[in-house]
Each structure stands twice: as C-alpha cells, then as structure tokens.
C-alpha cells in the first residue's frame, strides 16, 4: 500500500501545481483510506478462448422481460460457448446519443434492466462497461448544481471565454466547441467537445478526477472483467495545445490504472482513442496505461481490401505493427464493426487520397453515410464512414452467398490477428443497412443501430436460407475452433507474410505451447495458387488436408504446422 501512495502522488505531480496538488493529494488519500479495505483477489487471464460481443443493452428485445434478460438469454441459448466476453454500450441513464450522454453514473437505466441483471450476466461472461469519463448529459445532478452555481459544483465543468483562441483544439465533430447556457450568476459558456447535451468534466479539478477513480472502481466491484475508456483522449484541456493526449491525460490513465490494481488487479483498461497508429499506441505507456488498445486502422484497412481485391496497404499496415513490439501484458482489441462508423482518421499517412476516396464512394454506392468533422481551419474532412460493416464491403443488391462469403473473408482478417476479437452484434447476426433508423432520427450512425427482437432473430437464424443463419452458424464455427488453439492466444506473437496482394496471411506462434498456425485470408473471387506449398494441416478444411497449395475465393486457410 505505500508503494501505491507514493505511485499516486507522483503521477498527481504531473496532473496539478502548488495549491491544487495539495488539495489533490489529500483527495486522492482520503479516497484510498474509502477502499482500503477492500482487495478483489480473482485472477483472470486472457486467452484463445476469449471472444468479446459488443452490443447495446437492448440490442436484443422482447416484448416479456428487460433488455438485459432478453440478451442473457440468447446469448445462454445460442452462443454461450463460443461468445466468453460481452461489451456492454452505456448501460447507465442517458438523455442523448444512445447511451453517450449519462445522467447518473452508478445507476443502471431502468428500461434495460438493472445491477442484479449485470451481476448475472457477470456470472457466464466476462462484462466490459462503458466509462464515459470526458463528458456527462447536461441533466446530470452535477451540472444541475453548476448551473445553480452550488460553490462545490461549480469547477466541476469547464466555464470558457468565447473570445479565447481555440484554433489548435482537436474537433471530432462539425459543431461548436462551446455552449452557452443560463446560470444563477447570468450567461455562461461550458467546453462541449461532442454534443451541447455532453458537458466536459473539468479534470483540473482533481476532485472531479477522483469522483470518477471511483465510479471506475465502482464498476469493477460490480463485476467488470474490462472498463472502456470512452474518449479518454479528449480529457484534460489546455489552451494553446490541440487538448488531445496531454502528459495530463496520460497520467490520469495511469492513476485510474493504479487504483484498479490495487483493489482490483483482475480488471483491464481498454481505451477508446480513434486516432493514428502512434497516438493509439501510445496509451500502453510504459506497460502501465491501458492493457489493451482498440486497432482503429484495422476496420477502414479491411474493408478497402475487400473493395480493391488486394491486401496490400493492410499488409503494409500490419507488418509496421512489428516496429514497436507488446509489452508483456499489452494487447489489441481487434474489431470491424461497432456502434460508432468506420474511422477515416486511423488511415491517414496509409491510404493516399485517391485510395481514401475510392473507399468512400464504395461506402456511398453500398447505401452508406459519410460524416464529417470541423478541422482547425475550420474546413470539413469525413470522419467516419456509417454503414453495416457487411454492406460496407458487398453491395446490397448481391446475393446472399456473394455477401455471406466476402463477409466472413473479413471477418477471418479480424479472427487471425494478434489480440483479443471484438464482435459487434450485427456483426454476429449479419445485418445489413437499417435506414428506417436513419431517416426517423437524421442521424448516420443509426445505420448500424437496430435494435432486433428477439422472436423474429431466433426464426431468422434458424431458417438456413437466411443470410443470418449463414453468418452466425459459421462466426460460432471460427470461434470454437479458433478458441482451442493456443496459437491464437492474445499475447502469441504474430508475424505478417508477404504471399500475394490478393492474399492476407500471419503467422501466430505460442512460445509456451510451441503452437503456430499460419492464418491466410483470399480476398478476392478467383482462385489464389500459392507460389510454394504449406505442410500442415487446415484447421478448417473438410477431412485432414495436410498441404495447402492454393486458396478458394474468399477462403479463410488456418494451417497448423
């Protein structure tokens, strides 16, 4: 415990200064001395096995029982052996972006269900909750209070000088930076970075910094395995920077690390950073940040393979990924699809623009959405592309077996790779384009938001001539023969190979196994002949083939050696 004292007051001395790190030490004591007594001694490890859904709470509904019942339930019912991990989107009230604008940050919303329906989902799969620690909804009792200008409150968000220079702020969105609002003390201008109804906490406050040390705490005691840190990277503001990946938000990670090892050693940090390559990375740290990290180029990068029939850029991509070797006990977190769009940001300096544009108008002609984000100079660039990630690589107006085929081309990329694999649930479930949701709400990433009734999913899955049945019946054949393979552990190593522009191929090895597998994914419709050879046997070929010397279209090959 001293050595955790002395951890947390150094890394205080990186956040604050003179007065407010004495304030902030005293805080940061007093909140230890609260959990003190209380040490969380589970030991759970990472491994082949795991395989994280990511879903809303009610992204499976019924009209009999609260969302989170109804999800438990399919998921028992249909996946439970190969589905281990499950994401759950916001879960706490919220009065606005689905989830992203929260109102009360240790209270589960009432129409999905409640802390007894998390705890038994806890009990058969390991739980990611969202931390939404950048911003909360403007109806937050601690906004209420700032408005109301209650002296404890009023730091707790960031008040703005409209006529301060605010030109090198990093905009994710084309909307204002800053939003006025009525105070008891008149007029007042508040940092909203993502929403008008998403106030930005003030983390220069290191009472605030605490406060949410605590619900991350709280969340684990709940029965978190992971905690995502949803736009972590946005979290401490400082005028004449771009407010993005500040020393400052690098050490809040740490600290918020800290403390979940003390007192809950077996929960992981995840943070969410759509950004470039080396800023995503740079949140491992020294091994002592974010266990693991989202892979934002890996989306835009596979489906542009797909478009194109050629893995070059993602081979590129991938094989740089070698240059900057894990740390032990870092890893990725592989995902395609989300709740979110496909990042545009992630393959700048990869894709040229003629390449990104290509992307983009395949994206378009498929029946997607482009959304846009303000730059500094106040032009707009894309953002993010919205569509199903199945429609994003096949158009709609193909059939089935072409969709189904491409799809799970770009699925098994995802399967191979060094990390642990992220499935958002239309991902599962094969949906294609919702644009009921986008036309009823105006906003783009509803493409990708249907909430699916639980009746008519289970019928669909059922029929074998559903492109549902085709989709989930082989995503649960890849994930059990994937998760009985150490090779496939997230800390075996990977190398890329070069074998063809129309072929994706790694290598995964497991040193303490021995174990290696050479994965290899045909992204185009013709047949692919190797130029030499693999001896070994494919683990998901039909009867014991031994050597493997050519690819099928959109063959997915894992050959154990």
Known sequence: MKDFHVKSLELLKVIYKDETLKNAENIISSLIDKWE????????????????????????????EK???????????NCQEEVTDV??????????????????????????????????????????IDAVVNHSSKSHAWFKACLDCVEEYKDYYIEADPDADYSMVTRPRALPLLTKFKTKEGEKFYWTTFSDDQIDLNFSNPVVLAEMIEVLLFYAQKGAKFIRLD??????????????????????VKLMRLFLQEFFPSTYIITETNVPHLDNISYFGDGDEAHLVYQFPLPPLTMFSLQKGDTSKLTQ??????????????TYFNFLASHDGVGVRPIEGILTEEEKNFLIDNVLKNGGRVSYRTNTDG???????????????????????????????????????????????????GSENWYEGVEASGINRRINREKLHYDKLTAEIKDETSLRHMVFTRYKELLKIRGSHSAFSPY????????????????????????????IVNVTDKNVKLKEPIVGRDLLASGQIEEVTDLKPYQIAWILL
């Open 317 to 330: 991509w991938a094989k740089s990924l070698e240059d900057t070797p894990l740390k032990e006990g870092n």
């Open 231 to 252: 736009a972590i990277g946005f979290a401490f503001k400082k005028l004449g920077t771009t407010c993005m990946h500040l020393e400052e938000t690098h050490a809040i």
């Open 37 to 64: 007594n209380y040490k969380d001694i589970k030991n759970i490890k990472l491994n082949e096995k795991d395989a994280m859904l990511i879903t809303y709470g009610d992204g499976i509904i019924s009209d009999k």
């Open 67 to 77: 969302p989170l019942r109804t999800l438990k339930k399919f998921l028992d019912e």
């Open 379 to 429: 032009s707009k660039s894309p953002y993010e592309l919205n569509i199903s990630y199945l429609n994003g690589i096949t158009s709609p107006e193909k059939d089935n077996n072409e969709k189904f085929q491409r799809f799970m081309a770009s699925q098994g990329i995802m399967l191979s790779m060094q990390g642990v694999p992220g499935i958002y649930y239309h991902s599962l479930l």
């Open 87 to 128: 994401h759950l989107l916001p879960i706490c009230p919220s009065t606005s972006d689905d989830g992203f604008s929260v109102s009360d940050y240790k209270t589960v919303d009432e129409c999905l269900g409640d802390w007894e329906d998390i705890k038994a989902l806890s009990n058969n799969y390991g739980l990611m």
């Open 492 to 519: 075996a190593s990977q190398k890329v190979l070069e074998l063809s522009p129309s072929l994706f191929a790694v290598e995964r090895y497991n040193e303490s196994t021995d174990e290696r597998i050479i994965a």
